[in-house]
Every structure is written in C-alpha cells, then in structure tokens.
C-alpha cells in the first residue's frame, strides 16, 4: 500500500528518532531573533545559533519537519508556482541535524538507510553528487557504501556549496537526486545525466546534505564554526511525489484534497481542470502559504513580511477569478489546509477562525479594488498601443502597486495573458528604491554576527575561567528584586575591559543577576549594580547570546573591577507597575475571549511601567458598550483577587491544551522545551487562566488595583489595540479627572452631578448661535452680489467673474456661484477667499460653454498653482486650495487671460 504523505513524514521523523535524534517541533515561519530573513527558508534556521556556537542545546542530534517560505532574496520561488509541477512557496524541509556530534560518514549512512530501507527506493534509481574538493565524501559513498563511481559525480560550488544567507553558517554539500527513468528526459542529450546539471526534468535532487564546516562574514571571508555539524533537507514534497509516484507534487495527497475542493467550488470537469491548470497550482500552493502564514501571526500589509503575505493572497485572488470565481473563496480552501495539516500543525486549528477571518477581509478588499486596477491596466495599455509601444514602463508598474495594490507579479500576468505586453523590470526597481530613500522605508537588515561573536567569545572565556557555570548567569527574575553576584565581565565599545570609571557607559556580566530582560512584549528592568565605592544606573538589560545577559548603563560613581562584589537591585517601583501591567493583559485576553469569541487571539503586545498595549485578533471596531462591559469584567476579575502562580512544564505535555485552547501561547514566539505556564484562579477550583508566559507578575489580581481602557482602534488588518492603565495610573487619571471635573462644575456653577446636562445645554446654545451668525453672514454676502454682478467681465463673448470675497468658508462660495449661474446664464466663475489663513478657490462653468472648451478643472488649477496649490474636478465645477492667500489678486488677475486662450 502507498504511504501517505503523513506517513511520510512520520516515517522520517521515527526513523531518526530510533537512531538517537531528539524530534524538535518545526519553529515558527517568522524567524525568532534573526534579522536576516524575512521568513525561516530551512529547517536549519532554528538551530542556527547552535551552529555558531552562540546557543547550547540540550541534545547533539535532531530531527523535524519545519515549515519554510521561499519567496524573497536569493531564495525566490514565487515567479515558477503554477508553470512548475514542483515549485512552492510554502513547503515543508524533512531535516536531521548533527549539532558537533556525528559528521560526513553517519549522514551519508543515515540518508541511505532511511531512503532505501525505510521508503523502500530503488538504489538504481538514486544518484550522488559532492564538492569537486571532498575526497573524504566522495570515498564514503563509493568505499563505505559501495556505490558505483560512476553514479557519483563531483560538482562545483554552484550545486554542491550551500549557504542560508550572505552571511552565517556554510560548507560543502552531496545531494542525492532521482532518476525519473528515459522516458521523462527533456534534454534530449545522449549523455543525459546529472552531471549535465541543464534542468533536465528526468532528474529530481530530493535531499541535499550540508557538511557545515563555516561561517561566512559579511566581507565574504569563511571561519570554521567552533565545531563542525550536518545540516539535512529533503522536501517532503519531493520525496512524497517520488514514493507515490507522482511526477507532479500536486498530484500527490499533499494538494489533491485542495484542488478537489477548487474543482468542487467550480464545478469544474476533469478538462476544465486541465485548461486552468496553473490557476489550479496557483491556489493550492499559496492556499497553504498564507493559512500558514496568518497561522504564524503574520498580517496583511505593505511591508516586509506583511506585504509577502499580501501578494501571494492576491495573487491566488486574481488566479482565482480567471479560473471562474466571482467572489471570495479563499478561506474555504484555507479551512481544507487546515483540515488536512492541522493533525501535526496543531497552532492551525487553534487558530482557524482567526485564519479564515484574516483572509476574507482582506480578498474582499483586494476585491474592491480589482475592477478599477483592470481598468486602470486597460487604460495605460491602449495609451501605450497608440504609442506604438509594447511594455509597461517600470514607474507605472510601480505606481499600480504603491497606490492601488496591485503587485508587480499580477500586474505582469495580466499584461502578458490579456494584452501581450511586457513590464520593466529595472524600471520598477529604480522606482521602488527611490520610493524607499524618499519614505524612509527600511528592509531587513543583517545580524552583527561579528559583535555576536564577541559576546559569545566572552562567554567561552568566562565559562573557561570558571567566572560562570555552564549554564551561563542565574537569572531570576521571579523571586527577588535584590541580588548579590560577582563583576564577571565588563564591556566597553564593543569589547572586554578589566576596569571603567565614572561617566562612562558599559556593560556589567554579572554572575547572577535579578533584572528581567525584555522579551514577550515586557519591557526590561532598569535599576542600580552597586559595590565598594561604585554604582551603575542600569537603563537596559540585554541577553546577546543564551546564558550570557549584559546589564547597560553610566558608571555614577567610583571605579568597577572585574572580580569585585556587587549587589544587583532593580528599581522596585517601576517593577511592581510593569507587573500590574502585565497580569492586567492576561486577565484583559481572558475577558476579550469571553466577550468577543474564542477567535480572539493576542498578536502582540507592549508591557510598560506606565501603560500596557494589547493587540489581538477581531475583524471589527468595538462599540463602546463592548470596551464598557471588558473594562468591567476585568475590573470585577481584579476584585475578586484570584491567586496568579507559575509552574515549570515540559512543551510537549502541554501540545494538545494549547491546540484546544486551553492554554494560551503567543503567535510567533520561540518556545523552548521546558515552558512556564502562569496560571491565574485555580486552587480547587477551575482556572480563570493559563497562559504560557516568561514574563513577572503579581501574586494577586487586587495587587493590580484597577484597569481602564485609555484607547481601542486598528494595529493592521483583522488586528485591534487596546491601550490601557493600571494600578497608579489610574489613581492618578482619576485624580486628574475629577479636578478637572470640580474645576469646571464651578465656572459653570453648577454641581459636578449636573457639569454634563449644562454643557449639553450650553452646547446647543452655542450651536444655535453658529447658526444665526452663519445666516447673518450669508445675508451681509447677498446684499453685496448686486455689487460684484457689475464687476463681471465679457471676454471673447463669455461673461467672466473672477472675484475674491469675504465668505466663511467653501460652502458660501458655492451658493455665490450658483447665484451667479441663476442671474447670467452663461458665465464662467471664478471665486477665492481665504479660511484660517489659507486661501481656497472655486470655479464654475455653464454647461453651454464647456461645450466650447472652457474646464473648470483645468482652470482652478492654473489659478491654485500662482497661490502655492493645486486642485481640480469636474468641467463644470472644480475646488481647490493654496498655501499663499497674498497672491490671491494676482491669481485672479490670470483667470482672464486663461479664459480668452481655451474658449473657442
């Protein structure tokens, strides 16, 4: 019987597991602490650090299946989804990894047996490539695995070099590839092989084996890793298509279930299928890319990884709508990924409602738009016809993605498909790199891997001196806000120092230390490090490598030796509010759920001493009556003063609590394998809630004091804030509040109790005032139009005015020229006056003499230009606004001439 897919990677994940592999869940699609990439594109990205030396693991071996995106930078496959059978987006990299245990010998081994034994693969159908320079890889495959040397080819660094990025961890690879058999070559070369490495399509590369022995810097230098390590990847689904049979990955059961579910949609026949086969591919694969996407807590938007996830959904959107949808359907094939992946990828189903709730609202806003881009495109293309030109200009490409959304890739399918017309590739980039120097915008930078090598370095040293243990600085936040420790280490300017004096700003190791470092959205500690004669005002806390935390600040006093005892104390107050704060999130998360549904599910936030920001999952504003009653339910929950406690858990006994939802963990975060679940309630009775949480908190909710919403509106698309105070703050709000309060119950001599009914009455008074003032102003401008009716000029037979007068705002100026209209019939009209020191103007024209080439937009905007500003409209009536109100009379001095020069 065929294995299935989920076999598949089951088999792969028990068979390095049986030869001493720890199973490591796959990390989440947004890279944790790496600013290299703007998604994990392997599955040695986690395990990154390790390779560097800047991160000890509990194991020396490892396996997983972990999700990756190939869509930016040198590893782009957006362009080849849909024409491809096997190129993807979103896929998933089967991975063993060697940490500095085994290296060459037991990778091979282990790629052999698990493809040979495991998946049972033909041998003769399996070929094998190295590095031009690996001798010792070339010997073990045809030595130690006796495979013919004619089925092992030596290759240069083009194949078989691999690295993730232009910097960080590299070596020489061998991959094994799949021979389809003769009947599938495509090259038609006598000498067909992989050797001839020309895209043959006879050949599938389905593992690659990375022999990392490097690290390479940003100048392009390599150094060897502290200690060399296998890294391993096999598309899983390249090696499903192999075990099937399939020469298309979306034959297999990875994207069958999918298609099936478009075709279902569509009611489409088995031929219809074929005809819209790319759409079909196209679906499929971005299908599963933005469900995992949303699911790893990215949200639609126009940068960065945002505007990633925003192409593709409107890429299959667009897919979609030529394969025959008229409408939204995304979610519908997001809710079949999930049903089909969401048995191993269990953030999935607890996340569905989100997902699905993510991808309609932004399809249907692609939606809105897709008609007036088309349009758009329809219009430029017949204007470049007539030009006699066949490609889009790189500036207008640009232009239909910065203001109407339409990204480039789309904008190309549908020149190409509808019109036979190219776009300009360099032409586009120059205008989006100018876009990006005018704006401001920025990109993913690159790590200081350097400056890391330093602190992890410095940790070796200290670990190797015996100055630390180990397992680095005891950190302990929890239970202390005063510690004594040791000057481990002091750094300056980047480097290690043994001394600093007063007024200079370093950082102090410490051997132990009790201030929090910022991570899970809470801010970290600031304080004082105090010894014999010296102090340090601690303003940030930072942790450069894994057991190694820095304490940043100004010497206030004295001189610091390394070896001098110290004593640790963090600034207790701002403590205490910071953990107000942040038990006040975890209480306000459980009532947003109550209230709004269990799709709510925190985004992200911020926990500071003085407020607390809270970003989640809704597809809607919050009415006032909805934030009232949250801000009630979390304030009773305060009261009730439930108890808050933390436990230490392994992860993998919590898995399916979280999938249930049981217990909250936050999207994107990088979970180790030990996990601390702060609990509020319990105690014999069910709790309130349990959230997997590294932050500090209160013992009890009273010790919060009290909550209320400062503010609540849109962080992105599908994704609310709620800002919000505790503890002192409000103490003092509220203080402030009812001053003002009494302060003005007193100027209108009222009691505070009746501040809102005389206001309300003083209100509609001072409206009713507005009123009569306005009507009185409207009256004075009437009895001066006999007046300016005799300012009006004749030119070329057209009556003229073009007048500036004393109106209060934009309003009286229409209602003025429609007077004018009503009493010269055919009249061009131009007035201007001038509102909060800003001049504005409009213009008028009968339908009679538009027909003999006057336009009123045209018009305005000659006028607002001589004022600093600019405007337009119809040809019948135009606004616009200006900046200098002292040019008005030469302004409408001009209106004469203009008219004279285009009336026919």
């Known amino acids: 019987m065929t294995l299935t897919s989920a076999q598949i ?11 001493g592999h720890t199973v490591v869940p796959s990390s989440s699609l947004v890279p944790a602490d790496d600013p290299t990439l703007l998604f994990v594109n392997a599955g040695m990205v986690q395990f990154k650090d390790a390779f560097l030396g800047l991160e000890k693991r509990d194991y020396k071996r490892a396996t997983s ?41 037991d990778a091979i081994r282990f790629a052999y047996e698990c493809l040979t034994d495991v998946y049972g693969l033909d041998p003769e159908r399996l070929r094998y490539t190295v590095h031009t320079s690996d001798d010792e890889a070339y010997d073990l495959w045809t030595k130690d695995m006796a495979i013919a040397p004619d089925k092992v080819y030596r290759m240069g660094d083009k194949t078989n070099f ?25 090259c038609g070369q006598p000498d067909c092989s992989v050797l001839l490495d020309n895209g043959c399509e006879r050949w599938l590369e389905i593992w690659n084996l ?82 995992f996407m949303i699911g790893d807590g990215v949200m639609p938007g126009n940068e960065g990884r945002s505007s990633v996830l925003r192409l593709i959904l409107r890429r299959a959107a667009r897919y979609g709508r030529l394969a025959g949808f008229n409408g939204p359907f995304l979610a519908k094939i997001a809710d079949t990924v999930i049903d089909e992946m969401g048995g191993h990828y269990i953030e999935l189903k607890a996340r569905r409602q989100f997902i699905l709730n993510v991808i309609t609202q932004e399809e249907e806003r692609f939606l809105r738009t897709l008609n007036n881009g088309l349009e758009l495109i329809a219009e430029l293309v017949g204007r470049l016809k ?8 790189g500036g207008e490409v640009f232009k239909l993605y910065a203001t109407y959304g339409f990204p480039k890739d789309l904008t190309r399918v549908i020149a190409e498909e509808e019109y036979g017309f190219s776009i300009d590739e360099k032409g586009y980039a120059k205008a989006a790199e100018e876009h990006s120097r005018i704006s401001g915008g920025s990109k993913i930078g690159e790590i200081a891997v350097d400056l890391l090598q330093v602190y992890a370095d410095l940790f070796d040293a200290l670990k190797r001196g015996g100055k630390l243990p180990a397992s680095g600085v005891a950190y302990n936040p929890y239970n202390d806000t005063q510690l004594p420790a040791t000057v ?42 105090e010894g014999d004669g010296w102090a340090l005002d601690v303003s940030a806390v930072a942790k450069p490598v894994n057991g190694l935390i820095v304490h940043e600040g100004l010497v206030t006093r004295g001189h610091i030796n390394v070896g001098e005892a110290a004593t640790a104390a963090v600034d207790s107050d701002r403590r205490w509010n910071i953990m107000r704060n942040h038990t006040a999130t975890h209480v306000l998360h459980r009532e947003l759920r109550r209230a709004l549904g269990g799709h709510v599910a925190q985004a992200g936030s911020l926990v500071a001493p003085d407020r607390l920001r809270f970003d989640f999952s809704h597809p809607q504003k919050l009415s006032d009556a909805e934030l009232s009653r949250i801000e009630a339910a979390v304030n009773k929950a305060i009261l009730a003063d439930l108890p808050v406690s933390d436990s230490q858990k392994q992860y993998t006994e919590l898995r399916d609590a979280i999938a249930a939802g049981e217990i909250m963990a936050l999207f994107g975060e990088k979970y180790g394998d030990t996990v601390r679940v702060v609990q509020i309630g319990g105690n014999g009775s069910p709790a309130y809630s349990r959230e997997l949480c590294g932050g500090t908190h209160v013992e009890r909710t009273s010790q919060i004091g009290s909550l209320h919403i400062v503010s609540e509106g849109s962080a992105a698309a599908g994704v609310r804030r709620i800002e919000a105070v505790t503890g002192e703050v409000v103490q003092q709000l509220v203080q402030n509040r009812l001053e003002t309060l009494e302060q003005t119950a007193a100027l209108l001599g009222v009691k505070p109790e009746e501040v809102y009914e005389r206001a309300v009455s003083l ?34 037979g057209v009556n003229v005015v073009a007048l500036q007068v004393d109106a209060p705002d934009a309003s009286m100026l229409r209602e003025l020229s429609d007077w004018f209209r009503d009493r010269l019939n055919s009249v061009v009209v131009v007035l201007a006056t001038v509102t909060d020191d800003k001049p504005k103007i409009i213009a008028t024209v009968t339908d009679d003499l538009v027909g003999r080439g006057l336009h009123a937009g045209k018009l305005v905007k000659e006028v607002a230009g001589v004022v600093g500003g600019g405007g337009g409209g119809k040809p019948t009536m135009a606004e616009a606004g200006g900046r200098d109100a002292g040019k008005l009379p030469e302004a409408l001095a001009k209106v004469e001439a203009l008219v004279a020069a285009a009336v026919k």
């Open 386 to 393: 007539t030009q006699g030109q066949t490609q889009i200009p």
């Open 162 to 186: 691999w690295q993730m990025a232009d910097i960080g961890p590299c070596g020489p690879t061998s991959e094994v590839h799949y021979d389809w058999g003769v009947a599938v070559c495509t």
């Open 763 to 796: 209100a509609a008074l001072a409206q009713e005032r507005d009123k009569k003032i306005k009507e009185l102003e409207r009256k004075l401008v009437r009895a001066e139009f006999e007046q300016m009716l005799g300012q009006a000029k004749v030119v070329n």
């Open 65 to 105: 299946s972990q999700k990756c995106m190939r869509v930016s930078g040198k590893h782009n496959d957006l362009e080849n989804v849909g024409p491809s059978p096997r190129h993807h987006t979103f896929f998933e990299m089967l991975g063993n990894f060697s940490l500095g245990d085994y290296f060459k010998r």
């Open 210 to 291: 990375v022999f990392m022995q490097f690290n390479q810097k940003e100048d392009g230098s390599r150094t060897p890793l502290p200690k060399p390590g296998v890294d391993t990847g096999m598309g899983l689904e390249r090696i499903v298509s192999v075990v099937q049979n399939k020469k298309a990955n979306y034959e297999t059961d990875l994207f069958t279930p999918i298609t099936r579910r478009v075709q279902q949609l569509l009611g489409h026949s088995d031929n219809q299928v074929q005809q819209h086969l790319v759409a079909y591919r196209v679906i499929a694969d971005h299908g599963r890319a933005i469900t």
């Open 9 to 19: 990677r089951q088999a792969f994940l028990d068979y390095f597991e049986k030869n």
């Open 488 to 529: 481990a280490a002091i750094v300056r300017d980047g480097q290690p120092v043994d001394s600093a004096g007063e007024g200079q700003h370093v950082e102090l190791v410490l051997s132990a230390t009790p201030f929090y470092v910022e991570s899970g959205g809470q801010v970290s500690d600031t304080g004082v490090i």
